[in-house]
Nanobody, 114 residues
Framework: QVQLVESGGGLVQAGGSLRLSCAAS????????MGWYRQAPGKQRELVAY???????NYADSVKGRFTISRDNAKNTVYLQMNSLKLEDTAVYYC????????WGQGTQVTVSS
């Protein structure tokens, strides 16, 4: 089992920045990928970014150049640095970890205001 705890969400003005954190615990040696998803009201959950054990990253087109995913293996933590935030980035952000199945955090709200 893997447990994920997110933090760092909040209210920010458009153009501002936030950093999300996701701390993993449990059977973490088996994790081969960690990522961030988001879900806005009335919309499906969508991939934001992921990072593999090898350090490869992938981003949704909508966040390329603005968001950066990184991980600190010593702290078993993955981060999402979000810059130049837009109104459409408003959503609940979920941390994901994958081994033979997906694990999810409880979600953290990000609200971007004008």
């Amino acid at each position: 089992q893997v447990q994920l705890v997110e933090s760092g969400g909040g209210l920010v003005q458009a153009g501002g920045s936030l950093r999300l954190s996701c701390a993993a615990s449990g059977t973490i040696f088996s994790i081969n990928l960690m990522g961030w998803y988001r879900q806005a009201p009335g919309k499906q959950r969508e991939l934001v970014a992921y990072i593999t054990n090898g350090g490869s990253t992938n981003y949704a087109d909508s966040v390329k150049g603005r968001f950066t995913i990184s991980r600190d293996n010593a702290k078993n933590t993955v981060y999402l640095q979000m810059n130049s935030l837009k109104l459409e980035d408003t959503a609940v952000y979920y941390c994901q970890a994958r081994n033979v199945r997906d694990y999810w955090g409880q979600g953290t709200q990000v609200t971007v205001s004008s």
